[in-house]
């Protein structure tokens, strides 16, 4: 079986309550889609709590990785893993000016990830780049599950 990749993302403002939801559709992942290797990035409670999730599920299941997504390089921008992750991914961003790493970092991942897992409820930037995988998904069939809509 190929390393099959789920990007998780969300709003900074995501409430508690969704730190189950996110590991029960992990869980789902990893069991339906054969999902290997999730990758978060590190901003937000949202991210924090995908982090915590996909943690509880390495205990369980032990081919789990849990990658940090970088948005600047790491040379320009020293990162310190915290416990529970396997390493840090840094997308081809070299050319992306600074004020768009971040967009483009997680864009990137959204076109190159085999499944998705968000919380999406509100307008913002979050909301863009859930519209911007549903368009992948109804080219290519990519699962997206949103969170939000199970709270």
Same mark, same amino acid.
């Given at each position: 079986?190929?390393?099959?990749?789920?990007?998780?993302?969300?709003?900074?403002?995501?409430?508690?309550?969704?730190?189950?939801?996110? !590991?029960?559709?992990? !869980?789902?992942?990893?069991?339906?889609?054969?999902?290997?290797?999730?990758?978060?990035?590190?901003?937000?409670?949202?991210?924090?709590?995908?982090?915590?999730?996909?943690?509880?599920?390495?205990?369980?299941?032990?081919?789990?990785?849990?990658?940090?997504?970088?948005?600047?390089?790491?040379? !320009?921008?020293?990162?310190?893993?915290?416990?529970?992750?396997?390493?840090?991914?840094?997308?081809?961003?070299?050319?992306?000016?600074?004020?768009?790493?971040?967009?483009?970092?997680?864009?990137?991942?959204?076109?190159?990830?085999?499944?998705?897992?968000?919380?999406?409820?509100?307008?913002?930037?979050?909301?863009?780049?859930?519209?911007?995988?549903?368009?992948?998904?109804?080219?290519?069939?990519?699962?997206?599950?949103?969170?939000? !809509?199970?709270?």
């Amino acid at each position: 079986m190929d390393n099959k990749i789920c990007f998780l993302f969300g709003q900074a403002t995501t409430p508690y309550d969704a730190l189950p939801l996110i !590991e029960a559709a992990a !869980e789902k992942q990893y069991n339906e889609q054969g999902i290997r290797t999730f990758i978060v990035g590190n901003r937000g409670s949202f991210d924090s709590y995908a982090a915590t999730a996909i943690k509880r599920l390495k205990r369980k299941y032990k081919d789990i990785s849990l990658l940090l997504l970088l948005a600047y390089h790491p040379a !320009e921008r020293p990162v310190h893993l915290t416990e529970g992750f396997d390493n840090s991914f840094y997308p081809p961003l070299e050319s992306v000016p600074r004020q768009y790493a971040i967009v483009r970092a997680n864009r990137y991942m959204v076109d190159t990830a085999d499944s998705i897992i968000c919380c999406v409820n509100q307008i913002g930037n979050t909301r863009k780049l859930l519209e911007y995988a549903q368009k992948r998904q109804k080219k290519e069939g990519i699962p997206i599950e949103n969170v939000a !809509e199970k709270n």
